[in-house]
């Protein structure tokens, strides 16, 4: 079994990757705030209860900061509190997962374990059909398809398509959690392992989320009825394979030692060029890690870099930015170039992050000066991750009223507090 099986579907999304798309989404959206809270659990064709901005959140094409200032500048925070709630719930996920990262290479530890034995294993087959939308529940497949064409799912559908997963048709968490992560637009590292672990009763030890067939019909406004009995009624305790031994990550903390030093940008943040001068870098590069991906995120990704570089070639007359997706292509960039210092604007744990530390180890030793920038965001948010959801949002809340900064960055790199 593969886990990056792709569906032979042509690109043809709702999204394009380009900052212009992003902000006028969220222009869209801003007047139907108020249907927010009452409508954003439904997940009805057609309905505008949600703003689907998450592929553009995700590789922050507009920042989490930038939508929640803009919807503040624009509405009274009670009106748009349940909206900036969810957003905020995006940088729990990511400081979460920044305060464990072995979370998230005990996971791909076990993903790969659990593909080796799919086809000897009990569950193999149910996985199968599962992937392919071939199961004896034709709402859950009715979903397979719809995520695997468009590369979206409605929030409430995840929920309901992860709960069955689990506990209905009892196929290991984390298979589900990669195949949805891979077909995902929005496929994060944070939002996606960690809600998965979530409805497991993982995050929250003992608290598992469980489909109900009476939510399910309530909230497609009757589009979807399962049967009673149809699906699992009692959740069971799933073991955390949560290896305390899987590789925990340095943090990335330097200094710069030259004024005009190399940039290195990661398909993570791609509305950076808005917080930094682009200009105080004598070279810059995008590292992209080499993913599978299906032709959809490929296609809105390759446009989300490109529009990226054409922002930047606007503020610089060098035009040339490189993009590489490998150690030795950051290498043979960074000999090229001749740097001897280069920064790096921290990339969120996951796949860039795990081939950027270890290029970033061979610098230091071989004697390059090294600088890390981190959003002011997520330098103030991630360490109130530590608790849950609610302890955090409070925080923020505090924090927010006072007005006290969360936006532009952090750290060693030209013209930025240390
Ligand atoms: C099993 C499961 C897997 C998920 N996988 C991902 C994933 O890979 N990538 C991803 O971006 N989101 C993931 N989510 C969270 C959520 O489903 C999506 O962010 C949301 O559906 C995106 O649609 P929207 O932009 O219309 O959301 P809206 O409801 O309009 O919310 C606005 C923004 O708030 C954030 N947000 C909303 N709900 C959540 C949430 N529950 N958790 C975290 N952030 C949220 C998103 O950035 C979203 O764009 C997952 C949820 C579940 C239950």
């Known amino acids: 079994m593969s886990i990056d099986d792709d569906t032979k579907q042509m690109p043809q999304g709702d999204w394009v990757g380009e900052r212009a798309h992003a902000l006028a989404s969220l222009r869209d959206f801003i007047p ?4 927010y809270a009452p409508r954003r659990n439904y997940a009805v064709p057609g309905d505008d209860g949600v703003s689907r901005l998450s592929p553009y959140l995700r ?7 930038e939508v929640v200032t803009q919807v503040t500048d624009a509405l009274d925070f009670s009106v748009a509190e349940k909206f900036i709630q969810e957003v905020v719930w995006r940088t729990y996920w990511k400081g979460a997962l920044h305060l464990n990262p072995g979370v998230w290479y005990s996971y791909q530890e076990r993903v790969n374990e659990l593909v080796a034995v799919a086809d000897a294993s009990s569950w193999g087959p149910v ?11 034709s709402y859950f497949n009715e979903w397979v398809h719809e995520l695997t064409a468009t590369g979206y799912l409605h929030n409430h559908v995840r929920m309901w398509f992860a709960s069955i997963w689990i506990f209905t048709l009892k196929i290991p968490w984390q298979l589900g959690a990669a195949f949805m992560y891979h077909h995902l637009l929005d496929g994060d590292p944070a ?11 993982l995050h929250t030890k003992g608290k598992t989320y469980l489909a109900r067939p009476d939510n399910i019909a309530k909230y ?3 589009r979807w009825t399962p049967h009673e009995g149809e699906l699992a009624t009692e959740p069971f305790v799933v073991q955390d394979e949560l290896r305390l031994s899987a590789r925990q990550e340095p943090e990335l903390r330097c200094v710069v030692s030259s004024t005009s030093p190399g940039l290195v940008l990661s398909a993570d943040d791609l509305s950076i060029d808005q917080i930094l001068d682009t200009r105080d870098y004598s070279s810059i590069c995008i590292y992209d890690a080499a993913e599978d991906r299906t032709p959809l995120k490929r296609e809105f990704l390759a446009r989300a870099i490109e529009d990226l570089c054409e922002r930047v070639a606007e503020q610089r007359s060098d035009r040339s930015i490189a993009v590489v997706s490998s150690q030795s292509d950051l290498t043979r960039w960074q000999e090229k170039e001749s740097l001897d210092s280069v920064v790096i604007v921290q990339p969120q744990v996951g796949f860039p992050v795990n081939d950027l530390n270890s290029w970033v180890s061979s610098l230091v030793t071989s004697e390059t000066s090294v600088g890390v920038l981190h959003r ?3 330098h103030e948010l991630f360490p109130l991750c530590s608790k849950g959801f609610f302890t955090m949002w409070e925080r923020f809340q505090k924090r927010w009223a006072t007005k006290a900064s969360l936006s532009g960055l952090v750290g060693a790199g030209p013209g930025t507090p240390q």
């Open 127 to 137: 996985c199968e059909a599962a992937r392919a939308g071939r199961t004896h529940l």
């Open 220 to 222: 497609s406004e009757g």
């Open 376 to 378: 002011r965001w997520d």
């Open 59 to 65: 590789y922050r094409l507009i920042s989490e900061e």
């Open 191 to 201: 939002s996606n392992t960690l809600s998965w672990r979530w409805v497991a009763g």
């Open 32 to 35: 139907k705030m108020p249907r």
